[in-house]
Protein backbone atom coordinates (compact mmCIF):
# COMPACT_ATOMS: atom_id res chain seq x y z
CA UNK A 1 0.00 0.00 0.00
CA UNK A 2 2.75 2.09 1.48
CA UNK A 3 4.93 1.28 -2.42
CA UNK A 4 1.86 1.96 -4.10
CA UNK A 5 0.78 5.87 -2.52
CA UNK A 6 5.22 6.59 -2.93
CA UNK A 7 5.12 5.76 -6.70
CA UNK A 8 2.11 7.72 -7.66
CA UNK A 9 3.66 10.65 -5.81
CA UNK A 10 6.33 10.59 -7.61
CA UNK A 11 4.93 9.90 -10.97
CA UNK A 12 3.02 13.55 -10.03
CA UNK A 13 5.93 14.84 -8.68
CA UNK A 14 7.74 13.94 -12.21
CA UNK A 15 5.12 15.61 -14.17
CA UNK A 16 5.07 18.38 -11.73
CA UNK A 17 8.28 19.72 -12.55
CA UNK A 18 7.69 18.92 -16.32
CA UNK A 19 5.40 21.59 -16.14
CA UNK A 20 7.60 23.68 -14.67
CA UNK A 21 10.52 23.48 -16.33
CA UNK A 22 10.88 25.84 -19.54
CA UNK A 23 9.51 24.32 -23.24
CA UNK A 24 12.39 23.71 -25.58
CA UNK A 25 12.40 24.17 -29.41
CA UNK A 26 15.26 22.33 -30.94
CA UNK A 27 16.32 23.79 -34.63
CA UNK A 28 19.33 22.91 -36.63
CA UNK A 29 20.89 23.76 -40.00
CA UNK A 30 22.70 26.52 -41.86
CA UNK A 31 26.17 27.49 -40.11
CA UNK A 32 26.19 30.86 -41.61
CA UNK A 33 23.12 32.34 -39.75
CA UNK A 34 24.39 30.98 -36.52
CA UNK A 35 26.14 33.82 -34.67
CA UNK A 36 22.76 35.95 -35.34
CA UNK A 37 20.28 33.53 -34.28
CA UNK A 38 22.47 32.83 -31.41
CA UNK A 39 22.09 36.31 -30.88
CA UNK A 40 18.36 36.63 -31.13
CA UNK A 41 17.88 33.49 -29.28
CA UNK A 42 19.87 35.04 -26.17
CA UNK A 43 17.86 38.51 -26.77
CA UNK A 44 14.33 36.85 -27.13
CA UNK A 45 14.88 34.89 -23.41
CA UNK A 46 14.45 37.82 -21.48
CA UNK A 47 11.68 38.58 -23.86
CA UNK A 48 9.68 35.29 -23.41
CA UNK A 49 11.58 33.09 -20.70
CA UNK A 50 8.86 30.42 -21.56
CA UNK A 51 9.90 29.33 -24.51
CA UNK A 52 13.89 28.13 -24.76
CA UNK A 53 15.78 27.42 -27.93
CA UNK A 54 18.54 25.07 -28.84
CA UNK A 55 19.89 25.42 -32.34
CA UNK A 56 22.81 22.80 -34.06
CA UNK A 57 24.44 23.95 -36.70
CA UNK A 58 24.95 21.24 -38.80
CA UNK A 59 24.52 22.03 -42.37
CA UNK A 60 21.88 23.12 -44.76
CA UNK A 61 21.52 19.43 -45.81
CA UNK A 62 21.66 18.38 -41.97
CA UNK A 63 18.89 20.85 -41.57
CA UNK A 64 16.75 19.84 -44.74
CA UNK A 65 17.28 16.07 -43.44
CA UNK A 66 16.37 16.58 -39.94
CA UNK A 67 13.27 18.82 -40.28
CA UNK A 68 12.30 16.22 -43.00
CA UNK A 69 12.88 13.38 -40.30
CA UNK A 70 10.91 15.40 -37.97
CA UNK A 71 13.73 14.81 -35.00
CA UNK A 72 13.68 18.83 -34.62
CA UNK A 73 11.41 22.07 -34.37
CA UNK A 74 12.38 24.02 -37.12
CA UNK A 75 15.36 23.93 -39.67
CA UNK A 76 17.41 26.57 -41.60
CA UNK A 77 18.79 26.69 -44.70
CA UNK A 78 20.72 28.95 -47.07
CA UNK A 79 20.13 27.12 -50.00
CA UNK A 80 16.16 26.68 -50.88
CA UNK A 81 14.40 23.17 -51.15
CA UNK A 82 14.05 21.49 -54.37
CA UNK A 83 10.48 19.89 -55.59
CA UNK A 84 11.23 16.69 -54.93
CA UNK A 85 12.51 17.85 -51.56
CA UNK A 86 9.62 18.97 -50.72
CA UNK A 87 8.04 16.38 -52.03
CA UNK A 88 9.17 13.99 -49.64
CA UNK A 89 8.59 15.94 -46.13
CA UNK A 90 5.91 14.52 -43.99
CA UNK A 91 3.82 17.68 -44.53
CA UNK A 92 3.50 20.89 -45.90
CA UNK A 93 7.06 22.83 -45.19
CA UNK A 94 7.44 27.02 -45.46
CA UNK A 95 10.58 28.34 -46.02
CA UNK A 96 10.51 31.86 -44.35
CA UNK A 97 13.62 34.24 -44.98
CA UNK A 98 15.58 35.48 -41.91
CA UNK A 99 18.28 37.40 -43.44
CA UNK A 100 20.49 37.96 -45.95
CA UNK A 101 24.21 37.42 -46.96
CA UNK A 102 26.63 38.41 -49.46
CA UNK A 103 28.97 36.20 -51.28
CA UNK A 104 32.00 37.88 -52.24
CA UNK A 105 35.26 37.35 -54.46
CA UNK A 106 38.21 37.64 -51.51
CA UNK A 107 41.85 37.60 -53.35
CA UNK A 108 45.26 38.23 -52.10
CA UNK A 109 47.04 40.16 -54.43
CA UNK A 110 50.35 42.35 -53.26
CA UNK A 111 49.95 45.96 -53.55
CA UNK A 112 46.01 45.37 -54.39
CA UNK A 113 43.47 46.47 -51.84
CA UNK A 114 40.20 45.75 -52.23
CA UNK A 115 38.00 47.01 -54.94
CA UNK A 116 39.55 44.81 -57.71
CA UNK A 117 36.87 45.62 -60.73
CA UNK A 118 35.51 42.46 -62.01
CA UNK A 119 32.57 41.66 -64.49
CA UNK A 120 30.96 38.14 -64.33
CA UNK A 121 31.99 36.16 -67.49
CA UNK A 122 35.85 37.18 -65.37
CA UNK A 123 34.77 36.03 -62.43
CA UNK A 124 33.22 32.53 -64.44
CA UNK A 125 36.47 31.80 -66.25
CA UNK A 126 38.16 32.27 -63.09
CA UNK A 127 36.28 29.63 -61.44
CA UNK A 128 36.66 26.89 -64.45
CA UNK A 129 40.17 27.51 -64.99
CA UNK A 130 39.97 29.38 -68.30
CA UNK A 131 41.97 32.72 -66.90
CA UNK A 132 44.53 31.59 -65.39
CA UNK A 133 46.92 34.46 -64.65
CA UNK A 134 45.92 38.30 -62.74
CA UNK A 135 47.69 39.57 -66.05
CA UNK A 136 44.95 38.49 -68.35
CA UNK A 137 44.23 41.32 -70.77
CA UNK A 138 40.17 40.90 -69.27
CA UNK A 139 41.05 41.76 -65.43
CA UNK A 140 43.49 44.65 -66.76
CA UNK A 141 41.39 46.48 -69.04
CA UNK A 142 38.76 46.81 -66.61
CA UNK A 143 41.07 47.66 -63.64
CA UNK A 144 43.45 50.53 -65.66
CA UNK A 145 44.03 52.36 -62.56
CA UNK A 146 45.37 49.46 -60.85
CA UNK A 147 48.77 47.75 -60.98
CA UNK A 148 48.28 44.17 -60.69
CA UNK A 149 51.04 42.16 -60.83
CA UNK A 150 51.61 39.25 -62.75
CA UNK A 151 50.92 35.99 -61.05
CA UNK A 152 49.31 32.53 -61.59
CA UNK A 153 45.97 32.43 -60.19
CA UNK A 154 45.14 30.11 -57.53
CA UNK A 155 41.63 29.57 -57.30
CA UNK A 156 40.12 28.46 -53.25
CA UNK A 157 36.85 27.02 -53.25
CA UNK A 158 34.38 24.70 -50.32
CA UNK A 159 35.45 21.15 -49.72
CA UNK A 160 32.52 20.82 -47.26
CA UNK A 161 29.27 21.42 -48.85
CA UNK A 162 27.90 24.90 -47.98
CA UNK A 163 24.89 27.46 -48.38
CA UNK A 164 27.72 29.85 -49.34
CA UNK A 165 28.77 27.53 -52.08
CA UNK A 166 25.32 27.14 -53.24
CA UNK A 167 24.90 31.25 -53.78
CA UNK A 168 28.45 31.50 -55.43
CA UNK A 169 27.77 28.63 -58.13
CA UNK A 170 24.04 29.84 -58.19
CA UNK A 171 25.19 33.16 -59.47
CA UNK A 172 28.01 31.41 -61.70
CA UNK A 173 25.13 29.36 -63.52
CA UNK A 174 23.29 32.15 -64.03
CA UNK A 175 26.14 34.36 -65.74
CA UNK A 176 27.90 31.44 -67.57
CA UNK A 177 26.25 28.92 -69.56
CA UNK A 178 29.06 27.00 -69.70
CA UNK A 179 29.28 26.72 -65.78
CA UNK A 180 25.83 25.87 -65.82
CA UNK A 181 26.52 23.22 -68.42
CA UNK A 182 29.18 21.76 -67.13
CA UNK A 183 29.14 22.29 -63.25
CA UNK A 184 25.68 23.42 -62.30
CA UNK A 185 24.76 24.56 -58.98
CA UNK A 186 24.50 22.66 -55.77
CA UNK A 187 25.92 22.84 -51.89
CA UNK A 188 28.57 20.80 -52.89
CA UNK A 189 29.90 20.97 -56.88
CA UNK A 190 32.85 19.02 -58.95
CA UNK A 191 34.97 22.24 -58.70
CA UNK A 192 37.01 22.57 -62.60
CA UNK A 193 40.31 24.05 -60.51
CA UNK A 194 40.77 25.28 -57.13
CA UNK A 195 42.12 23.76 -54.07
CA UNK A 196 39.41 23.16 -51.02
CA UNK A 197 39.31 25.03 -47.40
CA UNK A 198 36.83 23.50 -45.38
CA UNK A 199 34.33 26.08 -43.85
CA UNK A 200 34.62 29.99 -44.76
CA UNK A 201 37.31 29.74 -42.24
CA UNK A 202 39.53 27.33 -44.42
CA UNK A 203 39.05 29.44 -47.88
CA UNK A 204 39.69 32.87 -45.70
CA UNK A 205 42.97 30.73 -44.64
CA UNK A 206 43.91 29.19 -47.91
CA UNK A 207 43.52 32.94 -49.32
CA UNK A 208 45.55 35.49 -46.70
CA UNK A 209 47.90 32.67 -46.69
CA UNK A 210 48.58 31.95 -50.36
CA UNK A 211 49.82 34.81 -52.57
CA UNK A 212 47.83 35.39 -55.72
CA UNK A 213 44.76 33.53 -54.38
CA UNK A 214 40.99 33.81 -55.25
CA UNK A 215 38.36 32.58 -53.57
CA UNK A 216 34.65 33.36 -51.97
CA UNK A 217 33.56 33.96 -48.57
CA UNK A 218 30.87 35.23 -46.85
CA UNK A 219 30.73 38.84 -46.25
CA UNK A 220 31.55 39.00 -42.62
CA UNK A 221 34.68 36.83 -42.96
CA UNK A 222 36.28 39.13 -45.21
CA UNK A 223 35.53 41.73 -43.41
CA UNK A 224 36.77 40.55 -40.06
CA UNK A 225 40.29 38.55 -41.62
CA UNK A 226 40.83 42.19 -43.56
CA UNK A 227 40.70 40.36 -46.68
CA UNK A 228 40.48 42.68 -49.63
CA UNK A 229 37.26 41.54 -51.87
CA UNK A 230 36.06 42.20 -55.44
CA UNK A 231 33.58 44.97 -56.65
CA UNK A 232 31.58 42.82 -58.83
CA UNK A 233 29.44 44.24 -61.76
CA UNK A 234 25.94 43.77 -61.42
CA UNK A 235 23.16 42.82 -64.09
CA UNK A 236 22.87 46.84 -64.68
CA UNK A 237 26.34 47.01 -65.53
CA UNK A 238 27.65 48.68 -62.21
CA UNK A 239 30.67 48.14 -60.25
CA UNK A 240 29.02 46.80 -57.10
CA UNK A 241 31.17 47.24 -53.59
CA UNK A 242 29.39 44.58 -51.64
CA UNK A 243 28.37 46.14 -48.21
CA UNK A 244 24.90 45.68 -46.33
CA UNK A 245 23.03 48.25 -48.10
CA UNK A 246 24.10 46.74 -51.48
CA UNK A 247 23.00 42.93 -50.24
CA UNK A 248 19.64 44.29 -48.58
CA UNK A 249 18.91 46.05 -52.17
CA UNK A 250 19.05 42.93 -54.05
CA UNK A 251 15.73 41.57 -52.98
CA UNK A 252 14.31 45.04 -52.97
CA UNK A 253 12.53 45.25 -56.57
CA UNK A 254 12.59 41.01 -57.26
CA UNK A 255 9.34 39.61 -57.70
CA UNK A 256 9.85 37.51 -54.43
CA UNK A 257 7.20 34.38 -55.00
CA UNK A 258 4.52 33.63 -51.76
CA UNK A 259 6.63 30.56 -51.10
CA UNK A 260 9.96 32.32 -50.79
CA UNK A 261 12.02 29.98 -52.68
CA UNK A 262 13.66 32.43 -54.83
CA UNK A 263 17.51 33.39 -55.85
CA UNK A 264 17.96 36.42 -55.75
CA UNK A 265 21.72 36.17 -57.75
CA UNK A 266 21.97 38.97 -60.25
CA UNK A 267 19.63 40.97 -59.48
CA UNK A 268 18.14 43.84 -62.14
CA UNK A 269 18.26 45.98 -59.15
CA UNK A 270 20.86 48.32 -60.36
CA UNK A 271 22.37 49.41 -56.70
CA UNK A 272 22.36 46.04 -55.68
CA UNK A 273 25.25 43.23 -55.30
CA UNK A 274 25.05 40.57 -57.46
CA UNK A 275 25.95 37.48 -55.16
CA UNK A 276 23.36 37.66 -52.63
CA UNK A 277 21.03 35.29 -50.99
CA UNK A 278 18.61 34.78 -48.22
CA UNK A 279 18.89 32.70 -45.09
CA UNK A 280 15.55 30.63 -44.53
CA UNK A 281 14.57 28.96 -41.07
CA UNK A 282 11.49 25.78 -42.15
CA UNK A 283 8.50 24.99 -40.59
CA UNK A 284 5.55 23.05 -40.66
CA UNK A 285 2.42 24.39 -42.03
CA UNK A 286 0.55 22.57 -39.28
CA UNK A 287 2.00 22.98 -36.09
CA UNK A 288 1.55 19.04 -34.00
CA UNK A 289 2.20 20.66 -30.72
CA UNK A 290 -0.26 23.85 -29.96
CA UNK A 291 2.47 25.07 -27.51
CA UNK A 292 5.44 25.26 -29.31
CA UNK A 293 3.45 25.76 -32.61
CA UNK A 294 2.61 29.62 -31.16
CA UNK A 295 6.04 30.23 -29.85
CA UNK A 296 7.85 29.94 -32.85
CA UNK A 297 5.01 31.46 -34.55
CA UNK A 298 5.99 34.34 -31.84
CA UNK A 299 9.79 34.15 -32.30
CA UNK A 300 9.50 34.04 -36.20
CA UNK A 301 7.52 37.24 -35.93
CA UNK A 302 9.83 39.18 -33.48
CA UNK A 303 12.94 38.31 -35.14
CA UNK A 304 11.61 39.57 -38.86
CA UNK A 305 10.34 43.17 -37.39
CA UNK A 306 12.45 43.59 -33.76
CA UNK A 307 15.11 40.92 -34.39
CA UNK A 308 16.81 42.92 -37.45
CA UNK A 309 17.97 45.71 -35.57
CA UNK A 310 21.22 43.03 -34.61
CA UNK A 311 21.43 42.32 -37.95
CA UNK A 312 24.10 45.00 -38.91
CA UNK A 313 26.67 44.67 -36.07
CA UNK A 314 27.00 40.95 -37.10
CA UNK A 315 27.42 42.07 -40.70
CA UNK A 316 24.32 40.29 -42.02
CA UNK A 317 21.67 42.00 -43.90
CA UNK A 318 18.25 42.86 -42.97
CA UNK A 319 15.26 41.85 -44.70
CA UNK A 320 13.75 44.58 -46.66
CA UNK A 321 10.22 46.30 -45.63
CA UNK A 322 8.22 44.37 -48.28
CA UNK A 323 9.66 41.10 -47.67
CA UNK A 324 8.53 41.99 -44.09
CA UNK A 325 4.78 42.39 -44.90
CA UNK A 326 4.77 39.01 -47.15
CA UNK A 327 6.55 37.48 -44.31
CA UNK A 328 3.86 38.65 -41.65
CA UNK A 329 0.87 37.35 -43.96
CA UNK A 330 2.70 34.02 -44.36
CA UNK A 331 3.33 33.81 -40.66
CA UNK A 332 -0.26 33.57 -40.26
CA UNK A 333 -1.40 30.52 -42.33
CA UNK A 334 0.60 28.58 -40.30
CA UNK A 335 -1.64 26.97 -38.11
CA UNK A 336 -1.39 25.56 -34.47
CA UNK B 1 41.60 -34.11 -11.00
CA UNK B 2 39.66 -30.75 -12.44
CA UNK B 3 37.38 -29.63 -9.62
CA UNK B 4 34.79 -27.51 -11.60
CA UNK B 5 34.80 -23.74 -10.15
CA UNK B 6 31.89 -21.65 -10.93
CA UNK B 7 34.42 -18.90 -10.86
CA UNK B 8 36.21 -20.49 -12.81
CA UNK B 9 33.39 -21.43 -15.84
CA UNK B 10 31.91 -17.78 -14.99
CA UNK B 11 35.77 -16.15 -16.11
CA UNK B 12 36.10 -18.30 -19.06
CA UNK B 13 32.65 -17.28 -20.66
CA UNK B 14 33.04 -13.61 -19.65
CA UNK B 15 36.52 -13.57 -21.48
CA UNK B 16 35.25 -15.26 -24.70
CA UNK B 17 32.24 -13.45 -24.45
CA UNK B 18 34.32 -9.77 -24.85
CA UNK B 19 36.67 -11.86 -27.74
CA UNK B 20 33.10 -12.36 -29.75
CA UNK B 21 31.94 -8.98 -28.82
CA UNK B 22 35.33 -7.83 -31.12
CA UNK B 23 33.78 -10.07 -34.04
CA UNK B 24 30.05 -8.86 -33.64
CA UNK B 25 31.11 -5.39 -33.77
CA UNK B 26 33.49 -5.66 -36.80
CA UNK B 27 29.80 -7.70 -38.19
CA UNK B 28 28.19 -4.97 -37.45
CA UNK B 29 29.97 -2.54 -39.06
CA UNK B 30 30.72 -4.34 -42.26
CA UNK B 31 26.76 -4.83 -42.29
CA UNK B 32 25.54 -1.36 -41.65
CA UNK B 33 28.05 -0.05 -44.19
CA UNK B 34 27.14 -2.43 -47.02
CA UNK B 35 23.45 -1.66 -46.30
CA UNK B 36 23.54 2.02 -46.25
CA UNK B 37 25.68 1.70 -49.56
CA UNK B 38 23.71 -0.47 -51.43
CA UNK B 39 21.63 2.26 -53.69
CA UNK B 40 25.71 3.19 -54.81
CA UNK B 41 26.39 -0.24 -55.36
CA UNK B 42 23.51 -1.16 -57.18
CA UNK B 43 23.94 2.07 -59.37
CA UNK B 44 27.26 1.76 -60.27
CA UNK B 45 28.70 -1.77 -59.26
CA UNK B 46 32.02 -2.13 -59.71
CA UNK B 47 33.31 0.81 -61.95
CA UNK B 48 33.15 3.20 -58.76
CA UNK B 49 36.44 1.80 -58.00
CA UNK B 50 37.90 2.79 -61.57
CA UNK B 51 36.12 6.22 -62.35
CA UNK B 52 37.66 9.19 -61.61
CA UNK B 53 34.96 12.23 -61.78
CA UNK B 54 32.98 13.29 -58.46
CA UNK B 55 30.15 15.07 -59.39
CA UNK B 56 27.51 15.68 -56.82
CA UNK B 57 25.48 18.03 -58.59
CA UNK B 58 24.75 15.43 -61.58
CA UNK B 59 25.37 13.25 -59.69
CA UNK B 60 28.17 10.67 -60.90
CA UNK B 61 30.25 9.22 -58.35
CA UNK B 62 33.92 7.72 -58.50
CA UNK B 63 35.92 6.71 -56.25
CA UNK B 64 39.52 6.06 -58.12
CA UNK B 65 40.89 9.17 -57.15
CA UNK B 66 40.33 9.23 -53.67
CA UNK B 67 42.14 5.84 -53.68
CA UNK B 68 45.36 7.32 -54.93
CA UNK B 69 45.45 9.98 -52.86
CA UNK B 70 45.01 7.53 -49.59
CA UNK B 71 47.51 5.03 -50.94
CA UNK B 72 50.01 7.57 -52.53
CA UNK B 73 50.14 9.76 -49.27
CA UNK B 74 50.18 6.71 -46.70
CA UNK B 75 53.20 5.22 -48.47
CA UNK B 76 55.01 8.29 -49.21
CA UNK B 77 54.43 9.12 -45.79
CA UNK B 78 55.66 5.49 -44.51
CA UNK B 79 59.36 5.97 -46.70
CA UNK B 80 59.62 9.39 -44.67
CA UNK B 81 59.06 7.75 -41.43
CA UNK B 82 60.58 4.36 -41.31
CA UNK B 83 64.23 5.11 -42.15
CA UNK B 84 63.43 8.49 -39.05
CA UNK B 85 62.00 5.82 -36.91
CA UNK B 86 64.10 2.57 -37.30
CA UNK B 87 67.27 5.29 -36.82
CA UNK B 88 65.73 7.05 -33.67
CA UNK B 89 64.49 3.58 -32.22
CA UNK B 90 68.25 2.05 -32.63
CA UNK B 91 70.16 5.50 -31.12
CA UNK B 92 67.67 4.88 -28.32
CA UNK B 93 67.52 1.68 -27.12
CA UNK B 94 71.56 0.74 -28.05
CA UNK B 95 73.77 4.36 -27.75
CA UNK B 96 72.11 6.67 -25.79
CA UNK B 97 72.25 7.40 -22.22
CA UNK B 98 69.49 6.55 -19.77
CA UNK B 99 68.76 10.16 -19.16
CA UNK B 100 67.86 10.78 -23.01
CA UNK B 101 66.20 7.23 -23.55
CA UNK B 102 63.79 8.38 -20.70
CA UNK B 103 63.13 11.79 -22.04
CA UNK B 104 62.64 10.98 -25.55
CA UNK B 105 60.62 8.52 -25.09
CA UNK B 106 58.22 10.37 -23.20
CA UNK B 107 58.53 12.96 -25.66
CA UNK B 108 57.77 10.24 -28.36
CA UNK B 109 54.69 9.44 -26.12
CA UNK B 110 53.22 13.20 -26.28
CA UNK B 111 53.95 12.92 -29.91
CA UNK B 112 51.51 10.20 -30.46
CA UNK B 113 48.53 11.64 -27.90
CA UNK B 114 48.50 15.07 -30.32
CA UNK B 115 45.28 15.57 -31.39
CA UNK B 116 44.56 15.18 -35.23
CA UNK B 117 43.40 18.80 -35.80
CA UNK B 118 46.16 20.12 -33.84
CA UNK B 119 48.49 18.70 -36.19
CA UNK B 120 46.65 20.31 -38.82
CA UNK B 121 46.42 23.78 -37.63
CA UNK B 122 50.37 23.67 -36.83
CA UNK B 123 50.60 22.33 -40.29
CA UNK B 124 48.22 25.03 -41.90
CA UNK B 125 50.32 27.78 -40.35
CA UNK B 126 54.14 26.58 -40.02
CA UNK B 127 54.36 23.61 -42.56
CA UNK B 128 52.61 25.10 -45.56
CA UNK B 129 54.70 28.66 -45.45
CA UNK B 130 58.10 26.66 -44.95
CA UNK B 131 57.05 24.28 -47.78
CA UNK B 132 55.79 26.93 -50.16
CA UNK B 133 58.62 29.55 -49.78
CA UNK B 134 61.68 27.19 -49.21
CA UNK B 135 61.42 23.38 -49.64
CA UNK B 136 58.83 23.09 -52.76
CA UNK B 137 61.04 25.73 -54.83
CA UNK B 138 64.34 23.90 -53.74
CA UNK B 139 63.03 20.40 -54.72
CA UNK B 140 61.84 21.76 -57.98
CA UNK B 141 64.96 23.63 -58.99
CA UNK B 142 67.19 20.97 -58.27
CA UNK B 143 65.06 17.47 -58.67
CA UNK B 144 62.38 19.25 -61.47
CA UNK B 145 63.03 16.44 -64.23
CA UNK B 146 61.49 13.86 -62.05
CA UNK B 147 58.11 14.09 -62.59
CA UNK B 148 56.85 14.16 -58.87
CA UNK B 149 58.34 17.63 -58.21
CA UNK B 150 57.05 19.12 -60.94
CA UNK B 151 54.05 21.48 -61.40
CA UNK B 152 52.93 24.70 -59.20
CA UNK B 153 54.08 24.88 -55.86
CA UNK B 154 50.63 25.85 -53.35
CA UNK B 155 52.10 24.60 -50.04
CA UNK B 156 49.33 22.89 -49.28
CA UNK B 157 49.68 18.91 -51.75
CA UNK B 158 50.39 16.03 -51.15
CA UNK B 159 53.67 16.40 -50.29
CA UNK B 160 52.72 18.39 -47.59
CA UNK B 161 50.21 15.81 -46.02
CA UNK B 162 52.34 13.20 -46.59
CA UNK B 163 55.13 14.90 -44.57
CA UNK B 164 52.23 15.37 -41.79
CA UNK B 165 51.28 11.90 -41.75
CA UNK B 166 54.93 11.03 -41.01
CA UNK B 167 55.03 12.93 -37.91
CA UNK B 168 52.06 11.48 -37.18
CA UNK B 169 53.30 8.22 -37.68
CA UNK B 170 57.00 8.00 -36.47
CA UNK B 171 55.66 7.88 -32.58
CA UNK B 172 54.70 4.42 -33.03
CA UNK B 173 57.20 3.02 -35.59
CA UNK B 174 59.86 4.08 -32.42
CA UNK B 175 57.92 2.54 -29.77
CA UNK B 176 57.49 -0.34 -30.95
CA UNK B 177 60.83 -0.81 -33.11
CA UNK B 178 62.72 0.48 -29.51
CA UNK B 179 60.85 -2.22 -27.24
CA UNK B 180 61.50 -4.64 -30.21
CA UNK B 181 65.07 -3.85 -30.02
CA UNK B 182 65.78 -3.91 -26.40
CA UNK B 183 64.20 -7.27 -26.14
CA UNK B 184 67.07 -8.91 -28.19
CA UNK B 185 68.82 -11.28 -25.78
CA UNK B 186 72.32 -10.34 -24.83
CA UNK B 187 73.97 -13.54 -25.95
CA UNK B 188 72.76 -12.77 -29.52
CA UNK B 189 74.59 -9.46 -29.77
CA UNK B 190 77.99 -10.83 -27.82
CA UNK B 191 77.64 -14.26 -30.25
CA UNK B 192 78.11 -11.32 -33.15
CA UNK B 193 80.51 -9.46 -31.38
CA UNK B 194 82.67 -12.81 -31.27
CA UNK B 195 82.69 -13.59 -34.68
CA UNK B 196 84.57 -9.57 -35.20
CA UNK B 197 81.02 -7.80 -36.34
CA UNK B 198 81.34 -3.69 -35.66
CA UNK B 199 79.26 -2.46 -33.72
CA UNK B 200 76.61 -1.31 -36.87
CA UNK B 201 77.05 -4.69 -38.57
CA UNK B 202 75.88 -6.91 -35.42
CA UNK B 203 73.31 -4.13 -34.71
CA UNK B 204 71.62 -4.51 -38.11
CA UNK B 205 72.04 -8.02 -38.80
CA UNK B 206 70.49 -8.79 -35.44
CA UNK B 207 67.66 -6.64 -35.81
CA UNK B 208 66.87 -7.89 -39.37
CA UNK B 209 66.48 -11.25 -38.06
CA UNK B 210 65.49 -11.13 -34.49
CA UNK B 211 63.80 -8.12 -34.53
CA UNK B 212 62.10 -8.31 -37.46
CA UNK B 213 58.04 -9.34 -37.09
CA UNK B 214 57.83 -6.96 -34.76
CA UNK B 215 58.72 -3.64 -36.22
CA UNK B 216 56.44 -4.84 -39.29
CA UNK B 217 54.19 -4.91 -37.27
CA UNK B 218 55.09 -1.62 -35.99
CA UNK B 219 55.30 -0.24 -39.84
CA UNK B 220 52.23 -1.91 -40.01
CA UNK B 221 50.70 -0.63 -37.30
CA UNK B 222 51.91 3.30 -38.37
CA UNK B 223 50.38 2.46 -41.98
CA UNK B 224 46.93 1.58 -40.73
CA UNK B 225 46.70 4.75 -38.52
CA UNK B 226 48.08 6.88 -41.59
CA UNK B 227 45.82 5.18 -44.29
CA UNK B 228 42.52 6.41 -41.53
CA UNK B 229 44.11 9.76 -40.88
CA UNK B 230 41.36 12.75 -41.38
CA UNK B 231 41.63 15.74 -40.08
CA UNK B 232 44.96 16.78 -40.39
CA UNK B 233 45.32 15.37 -43.95
CA UNK B 234 41.97 16.87 -44.79
CA UNK B 235 43.53 20.65 -43.80
CA UNK B 236 46.42 19.98 -45.97
CA UNK B 237 46.42 18.28 -48.43
CA UNK B 238 43.93 20.67 -51.02
CA UNK B 239 41.11 18.83 -51.43
CA UNK B 240 41.41 18.70 -55.05
CA UNK B 241 39.96 15.59 -56.91
CA UNK B 242 42.61 15.18 -59.37
CA UNK B 243 45.22 11.85 -59.76
CA UNK B 244 48.26 13.66 -60.51
CA UNK B 245 52.15 12.22 -60.69
CA UNK B 246 53.78 15.32 -58.71
CA UNK B 247 53.91 15.53 -55.20
CA UNK B 248 53.37 19.14 -55.14
CA UNK B 249 49.60 19.25 -56.59
CA UNK B 250 46.82 18.72 -54.07
CA UNK B 251 44.83 15.80 -53.54
CA UNK B 252 42.04 14.01 -51.41
CA UNK B 253 41.55 11.43 -49.53
CA UNK B 254 39.02 8.53 -48.66
CA UNK B 255 38.42 9.73 -45.05
CA UNK B 256 39.31 13.49 -46.25
CA UNK B 257 36.22 13.42 -48.16
CA UNK B 258 33.63 11.67 -46.49
CA UNK B 259 34.54 14.01 -43.14
CA UNK B 260 34.34 17.03 -46.10
CA UNK B 261 31.08 16.12 -47.32
CA UNK B 262 28.83 14.11 -44.95
CA UNK B 263 26.91 15.91 -43.00
CA UNK B 264 25.62 18.37 -45.97
CA UNK B 265 25.07 15.36 -48.20
CA UNK B 266 21.64 15.98 -49.50
CA UNK B 267 20.68 13.67 -51.73
CA UNK B 268 20.24 9.56 -50.82
CA UNK B 269 22.40 8.10 -53.63
CA UNK B 270 25.16 11.08 -52.69
CA UNK B 271 24.89 10.07 -48.98
CA UNK B 272 25.00 6.30 -50.28
CA UNK B 273 28.14 6.84 -52.63
CA UNK B 274 29.88 8.52 -49.40
CA UNK B 275 29.35 5.48 -47.26
CA UNK B 276 30.52 3.37 -50.03
CA UNK B 277 34.10 5.24 -49.67
CA UNK B 278 33.81 4.79 -46.27
CA UNK B 279 33.53 0.41 -47.14
CA UNK B 280 36.35 1.11 -49.76
CA UNK B 281 38.64 2.42 -47.16
CA UNK B 282 38.02 -0.33 -44.86
CA UNK B 283 38.88 -2.98 -47.30
CA UNK B 284 41.64 -0.95 -48.66
CA UNK B 285 42.68 -0.97 -44.85
CA UNK B 286 42.05 -5.13 -45.03
CA UNK B 287 43.96 -5.25 -48.18
CA UNK B 288 47.00 -3.70 -47.39
CA UNK B 289 46.85 -5.45 -44.23
CA UNK B 290 46.58 -8.42 -45.67
CA UNK B 291 49.55 -7.86 -48.12
CA UNK B 292 51.72 -7.22 -45.29
CA UNK B 293 51.28 -10.03 -43.54
CA UNK B 294 51.70 -12.11 -47.06
CA UNK B 295 54.81 -10.08 -47.37
CA UNK B 296 55.89 -11.15 -43.96
CA UNK B 297 55.35 -15.11 -44.13
CA UNK B 298 56.83 -15.36 -47.59
CA UNK B 299 59.94 -13.82 -46.19
CA UNK B 300 59.88 -15.79 -43.17
CA UNK B 301 59.24 -18.37 -45.42
CA UNK B 302 62.39 -18.26 -47.28
CA UNK B 303 64.33 -17.40 -44.43
CA UNK B 304 63.14 -21.29 -43.31
CA UNK B 305 63.98 -22.95 -46.61
CA UNK B 306 67.18 -21.32 -46.42
CA UNK B 307 68.33 -22.39 -42.58
CA UNK B 308 67.14 -25.74 -43.47
CA UNK B 309 69.09 -25.95 -46.90
CA UNK B 310 72.42 -24.94 -44.13
CA UNK B 311 71.59 -27.50 -42.15
CA UNK B 312 71.23 -30.40 -44.70
CA UNK B 313 74.45 -28.98 -45.80
CA UNK B 314 75.93 -29.47 -42.92
Known sequence: MLKKISVILAALGVTATAFAAPMLINGAGATFPYPIYSKWFDVYQSINPDARFNYQSIGSGGGIKQITAGTVDFGASDGPMTDQQL?????????????????????????????????????????????????????????????????????????????????????????????????????????????????????????????????????????????????????????????????????????????????????????????????????????????????????????????????????????????????????????? | MSRKDTGDIVFRRLMMFFACMILVIVAGILFELTRSSLPSIRKFGFSFLFTSTWDPVFEKFGALPFIYGTLLSSFVALLLAIPIGLGTAIYLAEYSPWWVRNTVSLLVDLLAAIPSVVYGLWGIFVLVPIMRNHVEPFLGKYFGFLPFFQGPQYGVGMISASLILAVMIVPFIISVSREVILAVPQVYKESAYAMGATRWEALISIILSYGRSGIIGGIILALGRAIGETMAVTMIIGNNVKISASLFSPGYTLASVIANEFTEATSDLYLSALVEIGLVLLFVSIFVNVIARILIWSVQQKQLSGMKAKLQAI
Open chain 1, 87 to 336: ADAPGRLFHIPMVMGAVVAAYNLPGVDKGLKLTPDVVADIFLGKITKWSDPRIVSVNSNRQIPDMPIIVAHRSDGSGTTFIWVDYLSNVSGEWKLKTGKGTSVNWPVGLGGKGNEGVAGIVKQTPGAIGYVELSYAIKNNLPYAFIQNKSGNFIEPTIESTSKAAAGVSIPSDFRVSIVNSPNPEAYPVSGFTWILVYKNQSDPVKGKAIVDFLKWAVHDGQQYADSLLYAPLPEDVVAMIDKKLQEIKY
